[in-house]
């Protein structure tokens, strides 16, 4: 596609529930970034996938986060048994080389609350 | 800890004039610095970088100044529009980590 796809763009989830946010990447591009923005914060950084390497998970905060990226392309961040401080904005970036932040592509963003 | 700082949230200026985003860093290993713009429900758009071999780098109204020796950026739009108001976010990677690490962000609001 022309930019970087993420879905659902607002998620509203009990606590306690699983949820999964996708990502669909540039096509072509080999790195992959989730990020989250909590409110009145900057950019947390999550996991980062670069081809076939293993991913970075150093910045998931809990083992409740996890991700995965399937024959290098779409990418799904699971959070399972939700909590409140969970809510925020989940961005997902891809660019075609690691490196340089220029190249990188940011989707809209899945608002996530929980109540 | 955070190792990008942007102490002002926000910043209001005149349609015409010139804003100047601060942004300061902690680690001396990062060498390459970006600034981001983002409107309401958009994602993160790229604006302009600069390496740490320079010290300045202008493209069009966007110039972004850094003082290595202070570990300070800016960023200086002139004249700024009222197109410009969004959150402005600084960020910082090092040529080794690939993963750029971001400032809290600064709302610029421009007044027609």
């Known amino acids: 596609g022309a930019g970087v796809s993420q879905s659902p763009s607002n998620k509203v989830t009990e606590k306690g529930k699983d949820v999964e946010l996708r990502c669909d990447p540039i096509?072509?591009?080999?790195?992959l970034y989730w990020y989250r923005q909590s409110l009145g914060q900057g950019l947390e950084f999550l996991i980062y996938f670069q081809g076939n390497s293993a991913p970075d998970k150093s910045g998931l905060p809990s083992d409740r986060f996890s991700a995965e990226r399937t024959g290098g392309s779409v990418s799904t961040l699971t959070i399972q048994r939700t909590q409140q401080e969970d809510s925020a904005v989940y961005l997902c970036?891809?660019?075609?080389?690691?490196?340089?932040?220029?190249?990188?592509?940011f989707g809209s963003g899945t608002r996530l609350t929980v109540v | 800890d955070q190792q990008v700082k942007q102490n002002s949230p926000s910043l209001s200026v005149q349609e015409g004039r010139i804003s100047i985003l601060n942004c300061d860093y902690t680690?001396?290993?990062?060498?390459?610095f970006l600034w981001y713009k983002k409107y309401p429900a958009e994602g993160p758009t790229f604006l302009i970088s600069?390496?740490?071999?320079?010290d300045k780098n202008e493209d069009g109204r966007f110039t972004v100044f850094l003082n290595k020796s202070a570990k300070h950026l800016s960023l200086h739009i002139v004249p700024s529009q009222p197109g410009d108001s969004a959150v402005y976010f600084c960020?910082?990677?090092?040529?080794?980590?690939?993963?750029?690490?971001f400032g809290r962000g600064t709302s610029l609001i421009v007044h027609p």
């Open positions: 096509s072509g591009h080999t790195a």
């Open positions: 970036a891809s660019s075609g080389f690691a490196g340089t932040g220029g190249g990188y592509t």
């Open positions: 600069i390496s740490s071999i320079k």
């Open positions: 960020a910082a990677d090092s040529g080794g980590s690939y993963i750029p690490t």
């Open positions: 680690n001396s290993m990062f060498d390459y």
